[in-house]
């Protein structure tokens, strides 16, 4: 399925959030939730566990959400998702967007059954997982997709000593209808990739590295530029997973050609949670990702 590219010019200047949220100075979340409401349109309800997302658009009658929002418990955001749709099937009215949108926390560990559960019984919504690799909204405490060597308020010494899951993998080896990932500081990439899951029918799975000034120990201002450097440090990668098959998109794409990456350090030093960090363990990361490109580069190319 091809969807035109959206720009600046042509993005729709419809707004489907008041202007005046609770969100951080900085914060992804809020760029995202914008952009993608304006992909998915007013014909939408969107289910939503404890997160960040429920502070950043508060609650009724003061919420900064113009669409239907359903405030569910952490563990069950994919199953009231599925729910809601079904609710909706009886109604004859399935023209209406689905979508779960939880934290990683809300994703990766106390959700992560549910989730699970909805993409084997390939219920029709849309699921997306903002990442900002932590806890954030309870006070900064590690969760499963919180990197190696993070500093957090339960890993304050030397930082976390697990490495992070790959959730857009692991959801992936469930054959849903589309994985994708995405990143707050490309929001016009998410707005085309929520367009084009949309149009799919089935479970559709979108993760974004959304980068939290507060958590990550940095300055509000650098929150687009720090996104950008987990690009082009190939850290994080954009792409899209259709019928099995993975494809590179916007500036990851672009890195398949180049011979050398940003230095992963580059990354690291812009965010104080990395500030225990170890130089073995930067040269071990390093090492890991040009691996890992040198290999996309002989298969992808």
């Given at each position: ?263 992963v350090s580059d990354y690291l030093k812009t965010q104080s949670r990395f500030r225990s960090i170890s130089g073995d363990l930067i040269d ?18």
């Open positions: 399925m091809t969807i035109k590219k959206t720009t600046a010019i042509n993005l729709t200047a419809e707004e489907f959030v008041h202007p005046g949220n609770r969100a951080c100075s900085g914060c992804g979340l809020s760029l995202l939730y914008r952009i993608g409401l304006k992909a998915l349109g007013r014909d939408t309800i969107t289910v939503i566990p404890p997160s960040c997302l429920t502070v950043t658009q508060g609650l009724f009658p003061i919420a900064s959400t113009q669409v239907p929002s359903l405030n569910v418990v952490f563990a069950s955001t994919a199953a009231a998702a599925a729910g809601v749709r079904a609710a909706l099937k009886v109604q004859n009215k399935e023209h209406i967007n689905v979508v779960a949108w939880a934290g990683d926390g809300g994703t990766s560990d106390i959700g992560i059954q549910a989730l699970s559960a909805a993409i084997e019984r390939g219920d029709d919504f849309l699921y997306i997982c903002y990442d900002n690799e932590a806890y954030m909204n309870t006070g900064i405490q590690r969760s499963g997709t919180t990197p190696m060597g993070t500093i957090t308020t339960t890993t304050p010494v030397l930082g976390k000593q697990q490495r992070s899951k790959d959730i857009p993998a692991i959801v992936a080896a469930h054959n849903p209808s589309y994985v994708a990932s995405c990143s707050a500081s490309y929001p016009l990439d998410f707005h085309d990739k929520i367009k084009k899951a949309i149009g799919i029918k089935g479970l559709k799975y979108i993760h974004i590295h959304c980068p939290c000034p507060s958590g990550w120990g940095m300055e509000e201002r650098l929150s687009i530029k720090v996104g950008k450097l987990a690009i082009s440090t190939g850290l994080y990668e954009l792409y899209e997973i259709e019928d099995g098959k993975k494809t590179f998109s916007g500036p990851s794409a672009k890195l398949l050609k180049q011979k050398k990456l940003t230095p071990q990361m390093q090492e890991e990702i040009d691996a890992r490109w040198e290999n996309y580069r002989a298969v992808m190319q």
